[in-house]
């Protein structure tokens, strides 16, 4: 899993409450298990009319968005299905940060998962960021991972707060393959040591 620790991008301002993983990622894109190619299905339902084309009036297809790292977003961001694909969905985008004043849980834990950093904010933090976000072109945004800060265009900053478990595997880009990594040394000592021990097993 690639590290997270400062992120500089656009972000796109989604002010929108109770987006649920269906709509973040349509139940036509759940036949996959790979996590690359589904980015072109994220939002889908908002971002293409019904005959393919794009959706200009949409956030993302705009532009100045189309490029954009960061999402600001309302309130209850991820709720609905556990459905894993929309972390990978943002990520396949291009989607490594999603700020909010509150997320669905499973989708909460499935960013830290997957590499993506979800804020959570306080109501009078996310009107600031998303009026920052606003601004097109001029939406960028620093995040700063170990200082645990969210830095404006005008050089205004917000603290947040992250579990200092999640912090730290993001930080090191660990996923819970890589946090089994970490222990190699002591499982193949207990491997060895099990074998002769128990050579029946």
Not at 10 to 35: E, G, H, S
Not at 83 to 102: K, Q
Not at 152 to 169: E, L, N, Q, V, Y
């Amino acid at each position: 899993m690639e590290k997270f620790n400062k992120l500089t991008g656009v972000a796109a301002p989604l002010p929108v409450v109770n987006i649920d993983t269906d709509m973040i990622i349509p139940k036509d894109y759940l036949k996959t298990i790979k996590r690359t190619g589904l980015g072109t299905g994220l939002f889908a339902e908002a971002r293409y009319h019904e005959d393919g084309s794009l959706n200009m009036e949409f956030v993302l297809n705009k532009p100045a968005y189309q490029n954009a790292k960061i999402l600001v977003a309302g309130d209850n961001f991820g709720c609905g299905s556990s459905r894993e694909h929309a972390p990978w969905a943002l990520l396949d985008f291009g989607i490594r940060c999603v700020i909010s004043t509150s997320f669905a849980d499973i989708f909460y834990n499935n960013c830290f998962k997957n590499g993506i950093l979800p804020i959570v904010v306080s109501p009078e933090d996310l009107e600031k960021l998303i009026d920052d976000a606003q601004r097109g072109s001029n939406a960028v945004l620093t995040v700063d991972l170990e200082a645990q800060e969210i830095s404006g265009p005008d050089g205004g900053k917000i603290s947040f707060d992250i579990d200092a478990f999640k912090r730290h595997c993001l930080l090191n880009g660990l996923d819970d393959i890589g946090l089994t990594l970490e222990k190699a040394a002591s499982i193949d000592s207990f491997e060895k040591s099990n074998a002769v021990s128990r050579p029946w097993a």
